[in-house]
């Protein structure tokens, strides 16, 4: 019986979804993803000082990022887009060609300033 060698692979596929600032947004995301069977992992991200400070007790803010599986992101985007809450972040751009894109545009403004 052969066994799977999982030394050089790679599984990992998480990308950066959205963020979530309040509870009861996170309940409607989490809602729609179990129902249609999308898995996720949601990362809480620490307050400062001054938050937990001036924060309320009763108050729904949050600040946590959600990840997702690559192979889901068209069909997450789809269920939740007209969740008002949510900040979704880029991930269909490939990052060298936005820096080629950005080098390309400082070029081009530099040849109109020389004119």
Same mark, same amino acid.
């Given at each position: 019986?052969?066994?799977?060698?999982?030394?050089?692979?790679? /599984?990992?596929?998480?990308? %950066? #979804?959205?963020?979530? /600032?309040? &509870?009861?947004?996170?309940?409607?995301?989490?809602?729609? #993803? %179990? !129902?249609?069977? *999308?898995?996720?992992?949601?990362?809480? &991200?620490?307050?400062?000082?001054?938050?937990?400070? #001036?924060?309320? !007790? +009763?108050?729904?803010?949050?600040?946590? #990022?959600?990840?997702?599986?690559?192979?889901?992101?068209? !069909?997450?985007? +789809?269920?939740?887009?007209? *969740? &008002?809450?949510?900040? /979704?972040?880029?991930?269909? +751009?490939?990052?060298?060609?936005?820096?080629?894109? !950005?080098?390309?545009?400082?070029?081009?403004?530099?040849?109109?300033?020389?004119?």
């Amino acid at each position: 019986m052969s066994s799977i060698i999982t030394e050089s692979q790679n /599984f990992d596929n998480e990308v %950066l #979804f959205c963020n979530i /600032f309040s &509870q009861r947004d996170k309940k409607e995301l989490e809602r729609i #993803f %179990l !129902k249609n069977r *999308i898995s996720y992992y949601i990362d809480w &991200q620490k307050q400062s000082l001054w938050q937990r400070l #001036f924060s309320r !007790k +009763g108050s729904d803010r949050i600040n946590c #990022f959600v990840k997702i599986n690559r192979s889901e992101v068209e !069909k997450a985007y +789809g269920l939740v887009k007209n *969740i &008002q809450g949510l900040k /979704f972040k880029d991930i269909t +751009g490939d990052t060298e060609r936005r820096a080629v894109t !950005k080098r390309a545009l400082m070029d081009e403004a530099e040849d109109l300033d020389e004119e």
